[in-house]
């Protein structure tokens, strides 16, 4: 508990494929998160179909009163739904969640099991400003092996999506996962190379 509620930061590189309803493409990702409210991601995107022809340089930041996006070069304010889109992600990463479990503005409530894959798991319902999510955990382990919530999807509207975590390992005394898959308006394959 310690180990975890003394992250400032986290930052990890990873790879992604990525179905769209544009094609696959495939993608390069470095995400620093600063809790509770700031986050900076750069995207080196190829494809679509074509792991080897570069497409576009993406740079998305977000802090407090402020919230960019650039591709290739080309700085833009981020739309007022993707910000809310990051927002959301940051509240319900498992660090800043677990960093919250002893806050009122975060409820959490066992509201029955679910098996799945073949493991029988707790269902945890995470609450905070007005977003909620399902949580689903290995009560051997502790670990969680999906989180589904509302995500939104390319039109803008909210869209049930699911991240399903596996491949965990212990950094700097904390377990994290490794591998995601995410499954709702994008269909990703997600595997860490570096996390800090």
Do not use: C
């Not at 070069?73 to 509240?91: F, S, W, Y």
């Not at 390992?169 to 591998?179: L, M």
């Amino acid at each position: 508990e310690k180990v975890v509620g003394a992250i400032k930061a986290e930052r990890t590189r990873d790879k992604r494929e990525t179905r769209t309803p544009y094609g696959t493409a495939f993608l390069d990702v470095e995400i620093t998160m600063a809790f509770p409210d700031r986050m900076y991601m750069k995207v080196e995107s190829t494809g679509a179909n074509d792991p080897k022809k570069q497409v576009a340089t993406t740079i998305m930041a977000l802090q407090p009163g402020a919230a960019f996006v650039s591709v290739n070069g080309t700085v833009q304010d981020l739309p007022p739904q993707a910000r809310e889109e990051i927002e959301r992600a940051l509240k319900f990463s498992i660090i800043a969640t677990a960093q919250h479990a002893g806050d009122p503005k975060y409820t959490f409530e066992i509201i029955g099991s679910e098996k799945i894959g073949g493991l029988n798991t707790a269902t945890l319902e995470v609450t905070a400003y007005g977003y909620s999510a399902r949580w689903n955990i290995d009560p051997s382990s502790g670990r969680v092996t999906r989180i589904s919530r509302m995500t939104m999807g390319f039109n803008g509207a909210l869209v049930p999506t699911t991240f399903e975590y596996s491949d965990w390992r212990t950094i700097s005394g904390v377990t994290v996962p490794f591998k995601i898959v995410e499954a709702g308006a994008n269909s990703s394959a997600i595997e860490v190379k570096s996390l800090e």
